[in-house]
């Protein structure tokens, strides 16, 4: 199943790294090819010869190596397997990752590659729940990256806690089913909208709301990660466009509708985005000034278009799965069910965003999946990890449709 897959295997300074040569042979016996980049902290506790001769390749250890760098520079090196997987993943690693720190070959490999991403952290359980270092770790998920644990346990330093690198048969199985995974999806193609939008009252005041636009790129993320062809329309946030996904930056609802109708035709359509409802009947060319009178600006106010329902509702080129949000603050699963009625969606995504559960701008989300005649209650997830159970629950409904 595995043949011609192949991973690059980046091995960093832990403890944990004795481990990997077991890793690689479990990886070899699945017919897995792998390469090695082995840094200077690794070689204090595994050595190149001893993973060249389970790899049966050439282990990769300097940035500035002529002969590497002629037979396969570390630009190559990073594009050429179908997978990156960093093991043990230290919080140097990380943190290097998430800042787009280039200083070795590690580190360099990761900031050039645009194959997707695992890694399976391994350090002190103080060091793991540093406040730094989950902040990197979910920056790198909003990215696209994959963790593999860690594992609660016993340490070497002889504290205990959440840092222990997940086990060889654990990364392998991790390994196993991203490369299995892989191209559930290609072929199709999407668009996802993301993030909130700006309503112009005059060239300096907005009406907007306060969406961030995480569980939208996240949902991006996870669709190309499964081979799909992923246009992602997003309204203003600090967010980077996750790998593989071409980003159509707008401004209002009207610029978003636009753009989602110039992408088309598109097999999936999943708006995340937090449209807003209204926009300023008539923008101000200039700013609008106070005169001293106690009066109020008379702002009249104009709906803005329906960009699920009109998705939902086209006679021509309707995405065969709609997918919408629901972001209530009361009444969540009956409210959304009547919006996916009203919308003519297939799918609807609701979740609660009042201020007490730090879904808006969080990196958490709970969510409630509501189909026709079918409501699931899925856990308290990462955003990131909604988007993959969403990327999955999508592929399977294509593959039983057309099947």
């Given at each position: 199943?595995?043949k011609n897959?192949n991973?690059l295997?980046i091995?960093?300074?832990?403890?944990a790294?004795?481990?990997?040569?077991?890793?690689?042979r479990?990886?070899?016996e699945?017919?897995?090819g792998?390469r090695?980049?082995?840094t200077?902290?690794?070689k204090?506790f595994?050595t190149p010869?001893?993973?060249s001769a389970?790899?049966?390749?050439?282990v990769?250890?300097?940035l500035?190596?002529l002969?590497?760098e002629?037979?396969?520079g570390h630009i190559?090196l990073?594009?050429?397997?179908?997978?990156v997987v960093?093991?043990?993943a230290?919080?140097?690693?990380?943190?290097?990752?998430a800042?787009?720190?280039?200083?070795?070959?590690?580190s360099?490999?990761?900031?050039?590659t645009?194959?997707?991403?695992?890694m399976?952290p391994?350090?002190?359980?103080r060091?793991?729940?540093?406040a730094?270092t989950q902040?990197n770790?979910?920056t790198?998920?909003?990215?696209?990256v994959?963790?593999?644990g860690p594992?609660?346990?016993?340490?070497a330093?002889g504290?205990f806690?959440f840092?222990?690198m997940a086990?060889p048969?654990d990364?392998?199985?991790a390994?196993?089913?991203?490369l299995?995974?892989?191209?559930?999806?290609s072929g199709?193609?999407?668009?996802?909208t993301s993030?909130?939008?700006h309503?112009?009252i005059?060239p300096v005041?907005?009406?907007?709301?306060?969406?961030?636009g995480?569980?939208?790129?996240?949902i991006a993320?996870?669709l190309?990660?499964l081979?799909?062809?992923?246009?992602l329309?997003s309204g203003?946030?600090q967010?980077?466009?996750?790998d593989?996904v071409h980003?159509v930056?707008?401004?209002?609802a009207?610029d978003?509708l636009?753009?989602?109708?110039?992408n088309l035709p598109v097999d999936?359509?999943?708006c995340?985005?937090?449209?807003?409802?209204?926009?300023?009947d008539?923008?101000a060319d200039q700013?609008?000034k106070?005169d001293g009178?106690?009066?109020m600006p008379?702002?009249k106010?104009a709906?803005?278009?329906?960009?699920?329902a009109?998705?939902?509702?086209?006679t021509?080129?309707?995405?065969?799965?709609?997918?919408?949000?629901?972001?209530?603050?009361?009444?969540?699963?009956?409210h959304?069910?009547?919006?996916?009625?009203?919308?003519q969606?297939?799918?609807?995504?609701?979740?609660?965003v009042?201020?007490s559960t730090?879904?808006?701008g969080?990196?958490?989300?709970?969510?409630h999946?509501i189909?026709?005649?079918?409501?699931e209650?899925?856990?308290?997830?990462?955003?990131s990890?909604v988007?993959?159970r969403?990327?999955h629950?999508?592929?399977?409904?294509?593959?039983?449709v057309?099947?």
């Open positions: 199943m595995y897959k991973i295997l091995i960093t300074g832990g403890i790294a004795y481990k990997m040569p077991e890793t690689v479990r990886l070899r699945q017919n897995i792998v090695c980049i082995l200077k902290a690794a204090e595994v010869l001893a993973l389970v790899s049966g390749e050439k990769y250890e300097d500035f190596d002969d590497d002629s037979e396969m190559q990073s594009r050429s397997s179908d997978l960093v093991a043990p230290t919080a140097d690693i990380m943190a290097k990752a800042c787009g720190l280039a200083n070795d070959l590690a360099t490999t990761l900031l050039a645009d194959k997707p991403v695992m399976a391994a350090m002190n359980v060091m793991w729940e540093h730094a902040t770790v979910q790198l998920k909003s990215r696209g994959e963790m593999i594992d609660e346990g016993d340490m330093c504290e806690g840092g222990r086990e048969l990364i392998v199985a390994v196993k089913k991203r299995g995974t892989e191209g559930l999806l199709k193609r999407a668009i996802v993030g909130p939008t309503e112009p005059d005041r907005y009406i907007a709301n306060r969406s961030s995480k569980q939208g790129h996240a993320a996870s190309a990660k081979g799909c062809e992923v246009t329309v203003p946030t967010l980077t466009a996750p593989g980003l930056q707008i401004e209002s009207r978003m636009n753009a989602c109708q110039k999936i359509a999943v995340a985005a937090a449209v807003a409802d209204w926009r300023v008539v923008e700013k609008l106070k009178s106690g009066q008379d702002l106010l709906e803005n278009p329906d960009i699920l009109s998705l939902s509702q086209a021509k080129n309707r995405p065969a799965l709609v997918v919408g949000f629901a972001a209530e603050t009361e009444k969540v699963i009956e959304a069910t009547a919006k996916r009625a009203r919308k969606c297939d799918w609807i995504i609701a979740n609660d009042s201020p730090g879904t808006f969080g990196n958490e989300n709970t969510v999946f189909a026709k005649n079918q409501c209650d899925w856990p308290r997830l990462s955003k990890e988007a993959d969403l990327a629950k999508i592929a399977d409904y294509l593959k039983e057309s099947s």
